[in-house]
């Protein structure tokens, strides 16, 4: 029997669960929308109730005692008191008007409805986890803590890394208090150095952005901006606009007092409409992301004198911003940058159990070490079995020692292939596990992806995932992104070898894949680079636009039946269609 630490991230979007043991190892962690299918699990729990009883039956049976360590205090900011006292926590109140204007680049109605849907996340915490346990474990011993939002994002960053020390930047939409954190990370203990206070959020302005540009912040399109900015120049009338808006003030952000308003209207008069052309919306695009490295920079060049530390945790929903994570050690005077593998929210149910376990005094010799994405949920055998048993006309092949050749072979001949082993990938990017790979040599595999089998927009790239060793060959300045967390620069002579992970400006979003990281995902790159010279496949996550990666064998043969894709392996199994062109 053992003690058990729960993670919950409990914010209304991006819900997540982690399960950390007495010995601090992590046993499990995903984000809720896997098992939901829903992108975003927006407003849902993350113990969700028939769910949460096949993870705790599967990593917490016979628990001596249970910790629910959640993502937010419990004590509530002062000011969603207020408005919640008012009655502007309601469907009603949203609507109430001649209310004084916040000086933020979004509405305030939907600042409240943000507030209302995480006032009313929180209290809904651990309802459906406590109500299983009762159930199945009526006798254990069960506590609950709560953190500090941000301590939680910065927790996941720095028990995650391969530092012993480190300075931690949580750099987010907003927190209890503010938008930004920061902290020295020093053999397991983190002190905080400074957290902001206000509305003032390079969050909430890069998802000003995403809407100006025609997009949706609350179904996760910044990704677009970041895709869509390599198509487009600096604008600079918007650029003086956004400077005048929002500027970097030590750790701190200043915001116009006098004129935001007459800012913001400027500002709005960018917002992009259906018949404007793309290219607007490019330049839009290119002058935000171009306006957010600016204002990073400073941050972390400010972080890093106060700090003098040479390594750098970045955590935060700007950690996802990989277009500027690969210009850190360039930009700055950090020699290192570690972004863990859920830098936004799902991963802060991580950083929760985490604190909790370290609550108590940890005397630990191991070294620290990079923690493995691979924690989520497995394709049961089951589920597999039933496959066989009912199918009536897939190929389905059972090739447990030559799996890795085969699948080579097939995507060096331009097959496109959904890729699904062991556990799922902790956090938004697919490592290996829940991926769909190509050949990278063509560039015309980029159009066939993303119309035939993603369903998106032209401009979305895709990720080259390399093997460690070649990486220096194939990229400028190459640095490790274990996670897909670097874009980097493609070299030259390079970019036509994998035309097809090549994006518009030259750069690549790469995963780098090591043998002891990933043993078969290597092993099929090796085969790959051995049939065609290449060490390097064109790696997208399994799903189509608009839905989260797969979580079950249906949704993986849901995805392989209704696109594209020529090939779909599930462990050691090689599936193909009826008359598949491939042979």
Same mark, same amino acid.
């Given at each position: 029997m053992?003690?058990?630490?729960?993670g919950?991230?409990?914010?209304?979007h991006?819900p997540?669960?982690?399960?950390?043991?007495?010995?601090?190892?992590v046993?499990?962690a995903?984000? @809720?929308?896997?098992?939901?299918?829903?992108?975003?699990?927006?407003?849902?729990e993350?113990?969700q109730?028939n769910w949460i009883?096949?993870?705790?039956?599967?990593?917490c049976?016979?628990?001596?005692?249970?910790?629910?360590?959640?993502?937010?205090?419990?004590?509530r900011p002062?000011?969603?008191?207020?408005?919640?006292?008012?009655?502007?926590?309601?469907?009603?109140?949203?609507?109430?008007?001649?209310?004084?204007?916040?000086?933020?680049?979004?509405?305030?109605?939907?600042?409240?409805?943000?507030?209302?849907?995480?006032?009313?996340?929180?209290?809904?915490?651990?309802?459906?986890?406590?109500? +299983?346990?009762?159930e199945?474990?009526?006798?254990?011993?069960?506590?609950?803590?709560?953190?500090?939002?941000h301590?939680?994002?910065?927790?996941?960053?720095?028990?995650?890394?391969?530092?012993?020390?480190?300075?931690?930047?949580?750099?987010?939409?907003?927190g209890?208090?503010?938008s930004?954190?920061?902290?020295r990370?020093?053999?397991g203990k983190?002190?905080r150095?400074?957290?902001?206070?206000?509305?003032?959020s390079?969050?909430?302005?890069y998802m000003?952005? @995403?809407?100006?540009?025609?997009f949706?912040w609350?179904k996760?399109?910044?990704?677009?901006?970041?895709?869509?900015?390599?198509?487009?120049?600096?604008?600079?009338?918007?650029?003086?606009?956004l400077?005048?808006?929002l500027?970097?003030?030590?750790?701190?952000?200043?915001?116009?007092?006098?004129?935001?308003?007459?800012?913001?209207?400027?500002?709005? #008069?960018?917002?992009?409409?259906e018949?404007?052309?793309?290219?607007?919306?490019?330049?839009?695009?290119?002058?935000?992301?171009?306006?957010?490295a600016?204002l990073m920079?400073?941050?972390?060049?400010?972080?890093?004198?106060v700090?003098?530390?040479?390594?750098?945790?970045?955590?935060?929903?700007?950690?996802?911003?990989?277009?500027?994570?690969?210009?850190?050690?360039?930009?700055?005077?950090?020699?290192?940058?570690h972004i863990?593998?859920?830098?936004?929210?799902?991963?802060?149910?991580?950083?929760?159990?985490?604190?909790?376990?370290?609550?108590?005094p940890?005397?630990?010799?191991?070294?620290?070490?990079?923690?493995t994405?691979?924690?989520?949920?497995?394709?049961?055998?089951?589920?597999?079995n +039933?496959?066989?048993?009912?199918?009536?006309?897939l190929?389905?092949?059972?090739?447990?020692?030559?799996?890795c050749?085969?699948t080579?072979?097939?995507?060096?001949?331009?097959?496109?292939?959904?890729?699904?082993?062991?556990?799922?990938?902790?956090?938004p990017?697919?490592?290996?596990?829940r991926?769909?790979l190509?050949d990278?040599?063509?560039?015309?595999?980029? /159009?066939?992806i993303?119309?035939?089998?993603?369903f +998106?927009?032209?401009?979305?790239?895709?990720?080259p995932s390399?093997?460690?060793?070649?990486?220096?060959?194939?990229?400028?300045?190459?640095?490790?992104?274990?996670?897909m967390?670097?874009?980097?620069?493609?070299?030259?002579a390079?970019?036509?070898?994998?035309a097809?992970?090549?994006?518009?400006?030259?750069t690549?979003r790469?995963?780098?894949?090591?043998?002891?990281?990933?043993?078969r995902?290597?092993?099929l790159?090796?085969?790959?680079? #051995?049939f065609?010279?290449?060490?390097v496949?064109?790696?997208t996550?399994?799903?189509?636009?608009?839905k989260?990666?797969?979580?079950?064998?249906?949704?993986a043969?849901?995805?392989?039946?209704?696109?594209?894709? /020529?090939?779909?392996?599930?462990?050691?199994?090689?599936?193909?269609?009826?008359?598949? +062109?491939?042979?």
């Amino acid at each position: 029997m053992k003690k058990y630490y729960i993670g919950l991230s409990v914010t209304y979007h991006d819900p997540g669960l982690a399960i950390v043991d007495d010995n601090g190892e992590v046993l499990f962690a995903e984000a @809720t929308e896997r098992y939901l299918q829903s992108k975003r699990a927006i407003n849902c729990e993350p113990d969700q109730l028939n769910w949460i009883s096949d993870v705790l039956d599967s990593y917490c049976s016979f628990p001596s005692e249970l910790v629910i360590a959640t993502n937010w205090r419990k004590k509530r900011p002062h000011y969603e008191r207020l408005i919640s006292g008012l009655g502007l926590l309601t469907a009603k109140g949203l609507l109430k008007k001649d209310l004084k204007k916040l000086r933020s680049p979004l509405e305030n109605y939907k600042l409240h409805h943000m507030i209302a849907c995480q006032h009313s996340s929180y209290l809904k915490t651990g309802l459906n986890l406590v109500r +299983r346990l009762k159930e199945f474990h009526p006798d254990c011993p069960v506590s609950f803590l709560d953190f500090d939002h941000h301590l939680t994002h910065a927790a996941m960053a720095s028990y995650s890394s391969p530092f012993s020390n480190a300075a931690c930047a949580v750099i987010d939409s907003y927190g209890e208090n503010g938008s930004m954190a920061f902290y020295r990370y020093h053999h397991g203990k983190l002190d905080r150095i400074h957290e902001t206070r206000g509305v003032g959020s390079l969050g909430f302005f890069y998802m000003k952005i @995403t809407e100006l540009c025609g997009f949706d912040w609350l179904k996760g399109e910044e990704w677009k901006v970041m895709g869509l900015a390599a198509y487009g120049k600096l604008d600079q009338k918007l650029y003086d606009l956004l400077k005048d808006t929002l500027a970097v003030d030590g750790f701190d952000f200043a915001v116009q007092p006098q004129h935001f308003f007459d800012l913001l209207e400027a500002l709005n #008069a960018y917002q992009q409409k259906e018949e404007d052309a793309l290219k607007k919306a490019a330049d839009l695009a290119f002058t935000g992301q171009y306006f957010f490295a600016e204002l990073m920079t400073q941050i972390l060049n400010h972080l890093k004198a106060v700090t003098g530390e040479d390594n750098l945790v970045l955590a935060g929903g700007c950690a996802l911003n990989s277009s500027y994570n690969g210009q850190i050690t360039e930009r700055t005077g950090f020699k290192q940058a570690h972004i863990p593998s859920a830098p936004a929210d799902d991963g802060t149910a991580l950083g929760a159990a985490w604190l909790a376990y370290h609550r108590k005094p940890v005397k630990s010799d191991k070294p620290p070490q990079l923690l493995t994405p691979y924690l989520g949920s497995r394709i049961s055998n089951e589920a597999i079995n +039933r496959l066989i048993q009912y199918n009536r006309s897939l190929d389905i092949r059972h090739l447990p020692d030559s799996l890795c050749e085969e699948t080579a072979q097939l995507l060096a001949s331009g097959a496109i292939v959904g890729w699904v082993q062991d556990r799922a990938e902790f956090g938004p990017r697919s490592l290996g596990n829940r991926s769909i790979l190509a050949d990278p040599r063509g560039s015309g595999m980029k /159009d066939t992806i993303n119309q035939h089998i993603k369903f +998106r927009e032209y401009f979305r790239p895709f990720a080259p995932s390399v093997l460690h060793e070649y990486g220096p060959e194939y990229f400028e300045n190459y640095q490790e992104s274990p996670y897909m967390d670097k874009t980097l620069t493609i070299k030259p002579a390079m970019r036509e070898r994998i035309a097809a992970t090549a994006h518009v400006d030259g750069t690549g979003r790469l995963q780098t894949v090591k043998e002891h990281w990933n043993p078969r995902f290597y092993r099929l790159i090796s085969h790959f680079h #051995a049939f065609t010279g290449v060490p390097v496949l064109l790696n997208t996550s399994f799903n189509v636009m608009g839905k989260p990666l797969i979580h079950s064998l249906e949704d993986a043969v849901s995805v392989f039946l209704t696109t594209g894709l /020529d090939a779909l392996v599930i462990d050691d199994y090689l599936i193909t269609k009826p008359h598949d +062109r491939i042979h």
